[in-house]
């Protein structure tokens, strides 16, 4: 019988908040994108998927544990969750503070999006919600934006969507997120077109210069 909890480094006391965020380390850790053609990083990251799946569900964990211990693996354990408004702000905070010291250019934006997915899940979501603390759920928005600003373009809108839903219908968040996804679009554009942009530049001024030679 696999340890689930010694995949994901945790205690069998663990709540689901520490699950969460080990799970979170470790898929972002060994994520396939990440490590291509790793294929002990791609065995470890589908082991870390099949704990998680498991031990983040309530009834399913019950059922593991009453099975790890009828094996005689540990003893009954008791957990209990903790996510709240401010423990998803601490982990959007600490997710900008992390990509803040990596390199950019070799980030799998795969990974990132589904990091970013993994803390809007619908389940936070509803929490930020019902809390209705509104400075958190602006600073929220806040965060994410600025962590989805190391994203290509493609892999935003099922971002955006999910803030779309955490803005509640608060016209100020909804036209925030709104502009940035627009903004996001025009700068892509025109990274796309700058080269042509340049290459076109240097051809008139080369024109000119055989132009004004000539002449001479």
């Given at each position: 019988?696999?340890?689930?909890?010694?995949?994901l480094?945790v205690?069998p006391?663990a709540?689901?908040?520490?699950?969460?965020?080990?799970?979170r380390a470790?898929?972002?850790?060994y994520?396939?994108?990440?490590n291509?053609?790793?294929?002990?990083?791609e065995?470890?990251?589908?082991?870390c998927?099949?704990?998680?799946?498991?031990?983040?569900?309530?009834?399913?964990?019950?059922a593991?544990?009453d099975?790890?211990?009828?094996?005689?693996?540990?003893?009954?354990?008791?957990?209990?969750?903790a996510?709240?408004?401010?423990?998803?702000?601490?982990i959007?905070?600490?997710?900008?503070?992390s990509?803040?010291?990596?390199?950019?250019h070799?980030?799998s934006?795969r990974?990132?999006?589904?990091?970013?997915?993994?803390i809007?899940?619908?389940?936070?979501?509803?929490?930020l919600?019902?809390?209705?603390d509104?400075?958190?759920?602006g600073k929220?928005?806040a965060?994410?934006?600025?962590?989805?600003?190391?994203?290509?373009?493609?892999?935003?809108?099922?971002?955006?969507?999910?803030?779309?839903?955490?803005?509640?219908?608060?016209?100020?968040?909804?036209?925030?997120?709104?502009?940035y996804t627009?903004?996001?679009?025009k700068?892509?554009?025109?990274?796309?077109?700058?080269?042509?942009?340049?290459?076109?530049?240097?051809?008139a001024?080369?024109?000119?210069?055989y132009?004004f030679?000539?002449?001479?």
């Amino acid at each position: 019988m696999k340890d689930y909890y010694k995949i994901l480094g945790v205690k069998p006391s663990a709540s689901l908040l520490e699950i969460k965020k080990a799970y979170r380390a470790l898929a972002f850790k060994y994520h396939p994108d990440k490590n291509p053609g790793d294929t002990l990083s791609e065995a470890q990251f589908k082991e870390c998927q099949e704990a998680y799946a498991t031990l983040s569900v309530d009834h399913k964990r019950e059922a593991y544990d009453d099975e790890r211990w009828l094996m005689g693996m540990g003893a009954k354990t008791r957990y209990e969750d903790a996510v709240t408004p401010s423990w998803l702000l601490k982990i959007c905070t600490e997710l900008n503070a992390s990509l803040a010291t990596m390199d950019t250019h070799r980030l799998s934006h795969r990974a990132l999006q589904a990091y970013i997915l993994l803390i809007l899940e619908d389940a936070h979501l509803a929490i930020l919600i019902k809390e209705g603390d509104t400075d958190i759920q602006g600073k929220v928005i806040a965060e994410i934006r600025k962590a989805a600003d190391k994203l290509e373009i493609k892999y935003i809108s099922e971002i955006e969507q999910k803030l779309v839903i955490l803005a509640a219908g608060n016209n100020e968040w909804l036209h925030i997120i709104y502009d940035y996804t627009k903004g996001r679009q025009k700068q892509e554009r025109y990274e796309k077109f700058f080269p042509y942009i340049i290459m076109a530049i240097t051809l008139a001024l080369c024109y000119f210069m055989y132009l004004f030679g000539n002449r001479n």
